[in-house]
């Protein structure tokens, strides 16, 4: 794995169903890219600061997402944790809670987050942006910052209806906000593709997303990452160490499966394409299998 990305690629992990593994995918993605020398950006925008936590960060008196969109004196820069050696945090707290309030009332508020990272986006290869579970004015931030969604989820038939609100969610902030933002991956999370049942469930995702292939659909070019994500105890564990999977169980499957998505996105990734001009783009709603 060899040779630059595009400087400053910036990608939302988005889901607003919590516990589906969009934290552990934005961590361990990201570990496994700095692994590969690639110089990262994680981004915690969850009150909960999760990732914060995952990696062992204590931010102590020092600026987070909250201060970065509430401040307008506070830079990217100076919120940056080193975390791993080409692995960067801008950490989370629970005053993020209130951000929404405190910006009420400030001009172009959805903006925020993509105007400060102006200031870091050519230092890093990718910037990786873990979203709350939810869709309110953080979510709404990270997905005018973002160049492209990807979504974790499990695969379980309720998630279908899920994955079908998000995609109006960014369907509206295309309309109005960020015209260039694309949906290009589903991750299956915590994946058991023994089961009839999971079988059944990528079988209708597949489907959905190869009916909008050919439209000028803000999903229109997403497809199913390759490999899922296993369900794996060890994935599970490492949060409570303040570790990435590479760092508590570096040849556990959980690190073997984020390590190859890794691999596959890069062969992706560091191909170079043609920019193309923005289209008007239509919505649909995803029905339930």
């Known amino acids: 794995m060899h040779g630059p990305a ?3 690629r910036t990608v939302a992990f988005m889901n607003q ?8 995918t934005t961590v361990n993605l990201g570990a496994a890219l700095a692994e590969a020398e690639r110089r990262v950006c994680l981004i915690d925008l969850d009150p909960q600061a999760h990732l914060t936590l995952h990696l062992g960060i204590d931010a102590g008196d020092g600026p987070t997402t909250y201060d970065l969109l509430t401040d307008p004196d506070c830079t990217a820069a100076r919120c940056l944790i080193t975390a791993r050696p080409h692995l960067s945090v801008i950490p989370s707290e629970v005053d993020l809670a209130a951000a929404e309030t405190d910006l009420a009332g400030i001009p172009d508020r959805q903006r925020i987050l993509r105007h400060k990272l102006e200031q870091i986006v050519d230092a890093f290869d990718f910037i990786l942006i873990d979203c709350p579970p939810s869709l309110g004015l953080l979510t709404l931030n990270a997905l005018a910052a973002a160049g492209e969604v990807m979504v974790p989820m499990q695969a379980h038939f309720l998630a279908l209806q899920g994955v079908g609100k998000l995609l109006e969610t960014v369907g509206l902030v295309c309309a109005s906000v960020n015209p260039s933002l694309r949906v290009t991956g589903i991750l299956l999370c915590m994946h ?6 999971a079988r059944e469930v990528v079988a209708d995702i597949e489907a959905f997303f190869d009916d909008a292939a050919d439209r000028e659909l803000p999903w229109g070019g997403c497809r199913v990452l390759k490999p899922p994500i296993r369900r794996n105890v060890k994935l599970a564990e490492a949060p409570s160490f303040g570790q990435t999977i590479f760092d508590y169980a570096q040849w556990c499957a959980g690190a073997n499966d984020y390590r190859k998505l890794a691999e596959a996105l890069l062969e992706v ?3 170079p394409t043609q920019s193309v001009e923005a289209k008007p783009l239509e919505t649909v709603t995803m029905r339930e299998g």
Request: charged share 20%; glycine share 24%.
């Open 17 to 24: 169903k919590g516990g589906v593994g969009k934290t552990t």
């Open 192 to 197: 058991e593709g023994q089961t009839t049942l």
């Open 269 to 271: 990734w560091d191909t």
């Open 6 to 8: 595009s400087a400053g």
